[in-house]
T-cell receptor, first 112, second 113 residues
């Protein structure tokens, strides 16, 4: 079946540091890949997506590249801010029912 | 102009009670979902409806019953609530094609005491 593996958190960074959150996946066929963000007390918001190999999704300074050869979709940001503190979820959508399968989430804390 | 709206936002109830959570989307999407998020933030799909037809029914106790009166609404009714049902429940909607992401509601925090 489909699955997503994310690095465990929490990840604690100083403001303006470089961020990488690793995500790898297992899927049948050719999934679409997503990153969602959940701010405290809120629902999930779509951050970015990529729908085929070598596509790069980007939004709000975050980027992720769909790497089919390594089955990865790592999230990166060059300079994080305190306001980026949230839980980040990697997800894929493929296969029967096209349901969205999530990783376990990675909590990011950015400190001044 | 809320895209996916859930009510109530908070729900505190006693064990054994029956409760419902309502969800509505105004995006014109064909498919709607219920997810459960536990205390460790893990998200698990419960149900999915496409145009009022149930298409995903994961291993969920039959105390949980979804109902979709039309493609813009998906409600969740829970009978005989248990302590372990305490969680945040998210409604979501999307187009059917896999390259679309989901749009989520803001969640309903259910606390069973």
């Amino acid at each position: 079946g489909n699955s997503v593996t994310q690095m465990e958190g929490p990840v604690t960074l100083s403001e303006e540091a470089f961020l990488t959150i690793n995500c790898t996946y297992t899927a049948t066929g050719y999934p679409s890949l997503f990153w969602y963000v959940q701010y405290p007390g809120e629902g999930l918001q779509l951050l970015l997506k990529a729908t085929k190999a070598d596509d790069k999704g980007s939004n709000k300074g975050f980027e992720a590249t769909y790497r089919k050869e390594t089955t990865s979709f790592h999230l990166e940001k060059g300079s994080v801010q305190v306001s980026d503190s949230a839980v980040y979820f990697c997800a894929l959508r493929a296969g029967g029912g096209n349901k969205l399968t999530f990783g376990t989430g990675t909590q990011l804390k950015v400190e001044l | 102009d809320t895209a996916v709206s859930q009510t109530p936002k908070y729900l505190v109830t006693q064990m054994g009670n029956d409760k419902s959570i309502k969800c509505e989307q105004n995006l014109g999407h064909d498919t709607m979902y219920w997810y459960k998020q536990d205390s460790k933030k893990f998200l698990k799909i419960m149900f999915s409806y496409n145009n009022k037809e149930l298409i995903i029914n994961e291993t969920v106790p039959n105390r949980f019953s979804p109902k979709s009166p039309d493609k813009a609404h998906l409600n969740l009714h829970i009978n005989s609530l248990e302590l372990g049902d305490s969680a945040v429940y998210f409604c979501a909607s999307s187009q059917a094609a896999p390259h679309y992401g989901y749009t989520f509601g803001s969640g309903t925090r259910l606390t069973v005491v």
